[in-house]
């Protein structure tokens, strides 16, 4: 048997007829830029996400750095944000000029931890009474920004963090891009800070057939400026007052993303199932002392872009369900305070103890909506099998 991470053309298959008729539909309009269906999803998304604003933008990148772009980021200026996070998180910080400062994840749901990101400010920033700024001693930078990341399809703590961006009068980017529709006291990520971002890249629950990304905001100031910045800062046409950037969601991409958003919720149910499934298969395995499940955390919901567990043993346990054929893979290997092209923000490993022992200790499964009950117990097998070859005791 073969059980791929994700399983797109098993997706695709359900939605073909749709996803042609749609993109034939732009075809004949010739119109590929900014047309009514980037117009229209935009809605559409608001609407999901009960925000009043909705911008589409190029990538899940894009959205990061037109937000932070809009909150005036730039050369010595500084964003708090977690290491443990796709990439994009911190390297649109660094394309602004900016400098990215760490603080760590909570164990449970390796999101930003609250607790981490007080003490940080504690012991390392100043608020300027006079310039109403938060300056950030050690590197001698204004932190403009904090970006919580909604890992995995679970939302931060977002009450505490919100709490303690208030007290320094700091705003909020939300780093969405893979958790659209997962809730926190039943509102929407992305609609919770200043500005939320999404990505549409093909392997996120929302995926078009390519690039794609989204800013959500209730601050019409704020949308306004996205908004400018995608089209070169461009308004009326030919006159700039700020330098933005091209950066549109493609009329293509949102033809596609229309057809899919209405299967969204009932996709992101089938993920939770699954993971619901493995939960009790893992247990019933007597598997529970070598990994750990995710944990649902209190007041969330949880969209299982990834599905992704603690294990013992990880680099072993990757490379025998690979002989087995099962797709793994793991987010992320290596915690940005540890990536060369940031040694020179002076972090060791040790500084972040948690976004260390999780880029050591975790490994996405397969958790794809169509993923099926023979696959999801010959993957549960799978790692039985693998423990009980080096422990004894384990039930198959
Ligand atoms: C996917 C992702 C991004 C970037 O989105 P792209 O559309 O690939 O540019 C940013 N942050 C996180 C956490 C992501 O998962």
Partial sequence: MKVPLLDLQAQYATIKDEVRAAVDSVFESQRFVLGTHVAALEGEIAKLCDAPYA????????ALLLSLKALGVGPGDSVVTVPFTFFATAGTIVNLGARPLFVDIERAGFEMDPE???SFFERECAFD??????????????VKAIVPVHLYGQCVNMDEILAIARRFSLPVVEDACQAIGATYKGRCAGALGDL?????????????????GMVITSDSRLAERVRLLRTHGSHPKYYHSIVGYNSRLDEL????????????????????ENAARYNDDFKAAGLLSFITPPSILPDRSHIFHQYVIRCAKRDELQQWLKD?????????PVSLHEQEC????????????ESHAASKETLALPIYPELDDAQRRYVVDSIAAFYRDRVKGVRA
Avoid: M
């Avoid at 911008?55 to 894009?62: L, Y």
């Avoid at 993303?257 to 209405?262: A, C, D, N, Q």
């Avoid at 087995?324 to 992320?332: D, H, L, P, Q």
């Fill in 55 to 62: 911008v589409g933008v190029a990538s899940g990148t894009d």
């Fill in 116 to 118: 981490s990101l007080a």
């Fill in 129 to 142: 009474k006079k310039t109403q700024r938060t300056i950030h001693k050690p590197s001698d930078t204004t």
């Fill in 196 to 212: 939320g971002c999404f990505s549409f890249f093909p392997s996120k629950n929302l995926g078009g057939a390519g690039d794609g």
């Fill in 253 to 272: 991409q949102a033809a596609v993303l229309r057809v899919k958003l209405p299967h969204l919720a009932q996709w992101s149910k089938s993920r939770g």
């Fill in 324 to 332: 087995a054929g099962i797709g793994t893979e793991i987010y992320y």
């Fill in 342 to 353: 940031f040694r020179y923000l002076g972090y060791a490993a040790e500084n972040l103890p």
